[in-house]
């Protein structure tokens, strides 16, 4: 499976369900290394065991594509902020909601891709005191109720994917950068508080990946240009 980047400054975006992806498991488990398929013989929870083979699988499927090596042979090292990487210059990155699976490649820069299920039983008043820095939390309560929750979602995702583009522990972090957040604002990096430069160097992408999901995408700029792909 070849899909090379059509350009420079493209950014692929792939997209899968797990129940789409459940007849190749015994495929996917032939590709996986000996570390990750003990990995999967130690989940005690089968939910989890196929959520870590779906990804890995969908994963190294992917990244053959953008190299000569077969899925089986890549090789993934971690960086110093513990943020997966393979050789060759492909930049990649992985996120899990429910039933779903987004993974964005890059040939030319750092990224980060976050995919959240906007739950309407998500408690996420509490999780913006918690996460969010006291001006996206007032922003997002002033709003009318009946908008809080996706501003909310969108706030979430921005800040993750932009956290993950760097690596390190997402939690410790999040309460240090500013994201917009309200619904139809554009999508934006407002503040990184360990690097007031980031805003005018990162840009931030609102995609459209699925119905009652929220997703965004995190690059340093310039724009890029968005290829959805699915599996």
Request: proline share 7%; with cysteine.
């Amino acid at each position: 499976m070849k899909s090379p980047m059509e350009a420079m400054n493209a950014v692929d975006v792939w997209v899968a369900s797990h129940s789409d992806l459940a007849s190749r498991f015994d495929e996917f488990e032939k590709i996986l290394s000996e570390d990750e398929r003990a990995r999967v013989d130690r989940f005690k929870i089968e939910e989890a065991r196929t959520t870590f083979l779906a990804g890995r699988g969908m994963l190294r499927t992917i990244l053959a594509g953008y190299g000569s090596e077969a899925p089986g042979d890549l090789r993934f090292r971690y960086g110093p902020k513990g943020k997966p990487e393979i050789s060759g210059g492909v930049h990649f990155n992985l996120s899990h909601s429910r039933d779903l699976i987004a993974c964005a490649v890059s040939t030319d820069r750092e990224i980060g891709i976050d995919i959240q299920e906007v739950r309407p039983d998500f408690d996420y008043e509490s999780m913006a005191r918690r996460f969010f820095s006291p001006r996206e939390t007032e922003s997002l309560l002033s709003l009318p109720v009946d908008q809080q929750r996706r501003a909310f979602f969108n706030g979430w995702t921005r800040k993750e994917a932009y956290v993950k583009a760097w690596g390190g522990d997402v939690a410790e972090q999040l309460r240090k950068i500013d994201v917009s957040l309200v619904p139809g604002d554009p999508p934006a990096l407002l503040e990184d508080r360990r690097n007031p430069a980031a805003p005018s160097e990162w840009v931030i992408e609102s995609l459209d990946l699925a119905p009652d999901f929220s997703a965004a995408l995190a690059v340093p700029g310039p724009r890029p240009s968005l290829n959805y792909r699915v599996l």
